[in-house]
């Protein structure tokens, strides 16, 4: 299929060009640079939700015309925009291409997993490994990655993702996420629109959430 600039595949697939490019820069989307402009395929765009689906189960394909959902370019067809333009890829079961990216509901009838589940298994793999990683769809409707290290002081990591808006409570939730499974950060920094960056002194065990069971 055509290159298409990461903001045609934004537009085609619900994702912000913000998450598309920093995938872009660490090799999980398969794309690359034409005179210093991030360019891709919506083939390997799909290729991408369909692994992110795999890293945050309740992420899925759906098609906004009929309804289906499907997760990987085999599934779908692909569909003309006409002289000039780049075929999409499209409904495997309408042949529509207009599709995106969408929560499923969790057992509770909740769109979303939640994020102190995200955030605690996380933390719970960083306590085994050194470093644990979760990606959900939050209850805020908005995709959130979390990156968790363990050391002599915990970092932790966020990137929210609204489709390139910035919400300035974001910093503030996040933090009190931290609070109830680490503790208060003893250091925070942020970058507008999607990353929060927190430092926290490791806890005592008699204080530890995670290790508790409490939630």
């Not at 390997?44 to 394909?61: C, F, H, Q, W």
């Not at 999409?88 to 969408?102: E, F, H, N, T």
């Not at 959130?144 to 050391?151: D, F, K």
């Amino acid at each position: 299929m055509d290159s298409i600039s990461l903001q045609d595949a934004a537009r085609y697939t619900g994702l912000s060009p913000q998450t598309l490019k920093i995938q872009a820069e660490r090799g999980r989307l398969e794309a690359r640079k034409v005179g210093g402009v991030w360019v891709t395929t919506v083939d390997e765009v799909l290729r991408y939700v369909a692994t992110r689906r795999r890293n945050a189960s309740d992420v899925v394909v759906i098609c906004q015309e009929c309804g289906r959902t499907f997760t990987t370019p085999s599934d779908a067809v692909p569909v003309s925009m006409g002289v000039g333009f780049p075929d999409v890829l499209g409904c495997p079961g309408c042949g529509s291409p207009s599709w995106g990216v969408a929560a499923v509901p969790d057992a509770g009838g909740q769109y979303g997993h939640r994020l102190e589940a995200a955030l605690r298994g996380a933390i719970e793999t960083a306590r085994e490994t050194g470093v644990g990683e979760a990606a959900v769809n939050d209850a805020t409707n908005a995709f959130v990655r979390v990156r968790v290290l363990s050391g002599e002081q915990w970092w932790v990591e966020f990137d929210v993702d609204r489709d390139g808006a910035f919400d300035a409570r974001d910093a503030e939730r996040l933090k009190d996420h931290l609070g109830t499974f680490l503790g208060k950060p003893t250091s925070s920094s942020s970058h507008p629109v999607w990353r929060y960056e927190f430092t926290i002194g490791q806890p005592a065990p008699d204080r530890d959430p995670v290790r508790s069971g409490s939630s």
